[in-house]
């Protein structure tokens, strides 16, 4: 997580005082809206042992009261360009190179943040760091197995100890308060009236680097809702969350040929289910297998009717862009499982159990083969690194849906520190 700091202190592009969202579960999790062709895949057990998705704000924009009403006229639903006008001309100058460049008729030139070129330059800012802390290994420091360009994210995979740690890392473009575009929502009633209050589900957005199908990918943003689906979390029973668990793990197997269904899809018809039926009901403990099967049927219907509303900007349809073909295949594979769900768990269950029993068997053989690191005086090195990791786990299992920000100094990229809602660690 230091390495972010150490980016801003590279060529102080990046807000001084900043916030990183960590997020359990990596990109392809479906852990935010993104949906990238180019993703490569990594397997847990194979390639790392837990994941995180951490959010990083290029940009801020939180000196508003008002909604926040974004350039949506060139764009796709739940998408935007975004004007450097919203920003001082500091910031201009500093981001100008990141930028798409419109000059308009009367003589005015507009930058547009691009989220490509926004990608680029982070990318090469990371490589510049992680050599210079290959160059100069420091005791303590988390080994870098793998750093790779995924589209506009970030793959980093750490060794810390014997774990081996997942960052997708996105830039993004954080605001506080409200889109004008989601303005609607807010006007209707929802699962979490009078659990959460509103300020804490609207506490703010940000803008991610994806387009949409036939969007401009070198201008075009998606909005994202991460932090309000964090808070959202809370409101959703044990049962219920254990269901779409379930449900995520058979999808992310059966469905992820041809790519068209996401787990961000699914917890977006788990928040629409939320909304449609009795609280009592939900709340039941022992429903978790009854939660499942209504799962896979909201998933069918959603297929067969090719409607996937986003649960912010119902306008939006999710599902559009696919072909008859690709959803008529999905939804005859779901059939599969709905006539027998209890195999198809099982088998789901086994392939995290083989997965675990990977990552056990090569941290067992790392420990037997180890050798002290040049830069170390031969003492166990691995248990402290080890904890990190560990704790790292435990913060975001023992929070759910709890709101994990992380906080660096630049000028002291050692200490990271974390905040839990509104409680500082």
Not at 237 to 262: E, F, G, N, V, W
Not at 343 to 366: C, D, P, S, W
Not at 408 to 417: E, F, K, L, Q, S
Request: neutral net charge.
């Amino acid at each position: 997580l230091s390495f972010a700091g150490m980016v801003q202190k590279l060529d102080q592009k990046l807000p001084v005082a900043n916030e990183y969202l960590l997020l359990s579960g990596g990109v392809r999790e479906g852990v935010v809206d993104i949906d990238l062709d180019e993703l490569n895949v990594y397997a847990r057990g194979t390639d790392y042992d837990m994941d995180f998705t951490l959010l990083v704000p290029a940009l801020k924009l939180h000196d508003r009261n008002q909604p926040v009403t974004l350039d949506m006229r060139h764009s796709a639903l739940c998408h935007s360009w975004l004007s450097l006008r919203l920003f001082d001309e500091g910031t201009i100058s500093k981001w100008k190179d990141c930028c798409t460049i419109v000059d308009h008729i009367n003589g005015a030139t507009n930058y547009f943040f691009s989220p490509t070129k926004v990608a680029d330059w982070f990318y090469d800012s990371i490589s510049i760091v992680l050599s210079e802390i290959q160059k100069k290994p420091q005791r303590g420091m988390p080994k870098v197995e793998k750093v790779e360009k995924n589209g506009t994210i970030i793959s980093i995979i750490l060794g810390v100890g014997s774990s081996r740690m997942l960052y997708d890392i996105v830039p993004v473009v954080s605001f506080k308060g409200w889109p004008a575009v989601a303005q609607s929502w807010l006007m209707e009633n929802h699962f979490w009236d009078g659990k959460i209050t509103e300020e804490e589900v609207i506490s703010g957005f940000y803008l991610v680097p994806a387009c949409s199908y036939k969007g401009k990918k070198d201008n075009e943003w998606r909005l994202s809702f991460a932090r309000s689906e964090v808070q959202l979390k809370k409101c959703i029973s044990s049962s219920l969350m254990q269901a779409y668990q379930a449900c995520k793990a058979i999808i992310i197997k059966l469905l992820s040929r041809p790519k068209a269904i996401s787990p961000y899809h699914l917890r977006s018809m788990m928040l629409w289910a939320c909304d449609r039926l009795p609280a009592n009901y939900l709340a039941q403990e022992d429903y978790a297998a009854h939660f499942l099967l209504g799962l896979i049927d909201d998933l069918q219907h959603c297929l067969v009717n090719k409607m996937c509303p986003n649960y912010f900007i119902p306008q939006c349809n999710m599902l559009e862009h696919l072909s008859e073909e690709t959803v008529m295949l999905h939804a005859r594979k779901l059939s599969s499982v709905r006539s027998d769900p209890a195999e198809h768990l099982r088998t789901a269950i086994e392939h995290v159990k083989a997965a675990n029993r990977l990552t056990l068997e090569l941290q067992r053989r790392g420990s037997t083969t180890s050798i002290p690191s040049p830069q170390s005086d031969g003492g166990d090195t691995n248990q402290p690194d080890d904890r990190l990791a560990k704790k790292l786990q435990q913060l975001v299992t023992e929070n759910p849906g709890k709101s994990i920000s992380v906080f660096i100094n630049p000028d002291d990229v050692t200490r990271p520190h974390f905040r839990i809602d509104d409680k500082f660690f």
